[in-house]
């Protein structure tokens, strides 16, 4: 059974940092397999959109991504069952609700991975940027 839980949502002001983690544990990953894990965030009215990923080859890292909206401000990484973004110089364009994903397959043939790819989603965490 694949678990993901979230945790670091909030109300941040615009300029502001958050840190966003993600604890996913199971049976798709650790070592020699092949998997993805990402972050995706869905403000209302809007369709659910990648902010970050990382797809693992054998267990290890082997591409990363970032969205263009977050390029440059964000930074993902991952230690051991948690996955953290780091979002900085945060806009209120950045609210909406953040979930981590994941998919026991490496996604190579991919470009930038979807929300369809994903086959194991968390509960999710509300970000708010506001002043």
């Known amino acids: 059974q694949v678990n993901i839980v979230e945790s670091g949502g909030g109300l941040v002001h615009p300029g502001g940092s958050l840190s966003l983690s993600c604890k996913a544990s199971?049976?798709?990953?650790?070592?020699?397999?092949?998997?993805?894990v990402a972050w995706f965030r869905q403000a209302p009215g809007k369709e659910r959109e990648l902010v970050a990923s990382?797809?693992?080859?054998?267990?290890?890292?082997?591409y990363e991504d970032l969205a263009d909206s977050v390029k440059g401000r964000s930074a993902i990484s991952r230690d051991k069952s948690t996955l953290d973004l780091q979002m900085n110089t945060l806009k209120p364009e950045d609210t909406a609700v953040y979930y981590c994903?994941?998919?026991?397959?490496?996604?190579?043939?991919?470009?930038?991975?979807?929300?369809?790819?994903?086959?194991?989603w968390g509960q999710g965490t509300q970000v708010t940027v506001s002043s």
């Open positions: 994903a994941a998919a026991g397959r490496a996604l190579l043939h991919r470009s930038r991975v979807t929300a369809s790819d994903m086959e194991f």
């Open positions: 199971g049976p798709i990953f650790g070592t020699y397999k092949d998997y993805t």
């Open positions: 990382i797809r693992f080859k054998t267990g290890r890292p082997y």
